[in-house]
C-alpha cells in the first residue's frame, strides 16, 4: 500500500512532535482542503491556539498585502476546525450585498471564477484574489459559512465626501441604524488623525474633511461589528473568525469594543490575534509572530 492511499484512511488529525516542533498534517476525510496546509507551530503558537479553541469570536488582524498572514490565517482556521466542528469566517474583504452571491458559490451553484466576477471582488477589495482564494476553497471543501462584513463602498465613499447626512433611501439597507454609531472614543479618533495626517499632513481633529474621514471609519467598523454580533445571536454554537485589516481590531476600538457593546451581559468571548507585530507595539491579546 503506497503513502497516499495510507493518508486517505487515517482519520482525524495526525500531530507529529519533534522536540519542541509541532508539525500539523490535516487528514483530507477530517479537514480537507483544496491545497492542504502543512505548517509547523512554535510552542508560543500552540499555546495560542490552546487559549483560542474556546473563544467565541477570534479577529486575526492582517496586513492586506502580505501574502503569508492569509497562509497563516487558514493555517489557524484548520487547527482550530479539527476541535470545533463548526468554524465560521467573517471577511472584511467582502462587503454585505455579496452575502448572497457568496452563499451559492459556498452550495456550488457558481463556479469561483463567478464568484469573483459577480462579487466583484479586484474592484471593490483591490488585493489580490490568489491570496484569498485557498480561504474560500477551504470554507467550500468544508461546508463553513463565510460572512460578509464589509460597508458597500458606494456608502463608505458618500459618508467621507458628504457625511452621514447625505445617506437616505437605499443608502441605509446594509448599515446598523445610525444612532448606533458610537464617536465617544476620543482616543480612537486620535488614532485615526494620526494615520489620516499620512495623507494630509494640515488637517486639524476640528476640520470637516477630517470629520468625514473619521466617521466613514466608524460606519466601517459598525457595519462590520453588527453582521459579527448577529451571527453570535442567531448561530451561539458557532465560533467565528473575522480577517480584517489590523487598524479595525487593535486596542478593540473598532470591532471588538463595539461586538461587546451589542451583545452586552451574553455568554460570549473574543481574542484579537496580530499576525505578526510590525515596528510600534499595538495592544492585542496575542501577537502570532514577531517576525
Known amino acids: 500500500m503506497n503513502i497516499r492511499r495510507i493518508a486517505a484512511l487515517l482519520l482525524g488529525l495526525i500531530i507529529i512532535v519533534f522536540s519542541n516542533a509541532l508539525v ?44 503569508a498572514d492569509r497562509q497563516q490565517q487558514l493555517a489557524i482556521i484548520q487547527a482550530l476546525l479539527t476541535r470545533q466542528p463548526r468554524v465560521a469566517i467573517g471577511m472584511e474583504m467582502f462587503q454585505r450585498p455579496a452575502q448572497p452571491i457568496l452563499d451559492r458559490y459556498l452550495a456550488g451553484k457558481i463556479t469561483e471564477a463567478e464568484l469573483l466576477q459577480q462579487t466583484e471582488f479586484e474592484l471593490r477589495w483591490g488585493y489580490s484574489w490568489d ?53 465617544s472614543n476620543v482616543k480612537y479618533q486620535q488614532i485615526v ?49 473575522v480577517l480584517a485589516g489590523q487598524a479595525h481590531i487593535v486596542h478593540g476600538y473598532g470591532m471588538p469594543d463595539r461586538v461587546s457593546r451589542r451583545l452586552g451581559r451574553s455568554k460570549f468571548t473574543q481574542k484579537t490575534v496580530l499576525l505578526r507585530q510590525d515596528g510600534e507595539e499595538k495592544s492585542t491579546d496575542f501577537i502570532w509572530s514577531q517576525e
Do not use: C
Not at 466617521?215 to 448577529?230: C, G, I, P, S, Y
Open 24 to 67: 500539523v498534517i490535516l487528514d483530507r476525510h477530517t479537514v480537507a482542503a483544496a491545497s492542504p496546509v502543512e505548517i509547523e507551530f512554535t510552542p508560543q503558537q500552540r499555546d495560542i491556539i490552546r487559549q483560542l479553541q474556546q473563544t467565541t469570536v477570534i479577529y486575526l488582524g492582517e496586513i492586506h498585502d502580505r501574502t
Open 193 to 241: 488623525l494620526a494615520s489620516y495626517q499620512q495623507h494630509a499632513k494640515n488637517a486639524s481633529i476640528n476640520s470637516k474633511s477630517f470629520d468625514r474621514f473619521y466617521t466613514a471609519q466608524l460606519l466601517w467598523d459598525e457595519t462590520m461589528a453588527e453582521r459579527v454580533a448577529n451571527f453570535v445571536t442567531t448561530q451561539p454554537n458557532y465560533q467565528i473568525v
Open 131 to 183: 491570496d484569498y482564494a485557498p480561504l474560500l476553497r477551504f470554507a467550500k471543501t468544508n461546508r463553513l459559512p463565510v460572512i460578509a462584513l464589509n460597508t458597500p463602498t458606494e456608502i463608505t465613499r458618500k459618508v467621507a465626501k458628504q457625511g452621514l447626512e447625505s445617506l437616505s433611501g437605499a443608502d441605509l439597507q446594509y448599515i446598523p441604524p445610525i444612532s448606533e454609531i458610537d464617536r
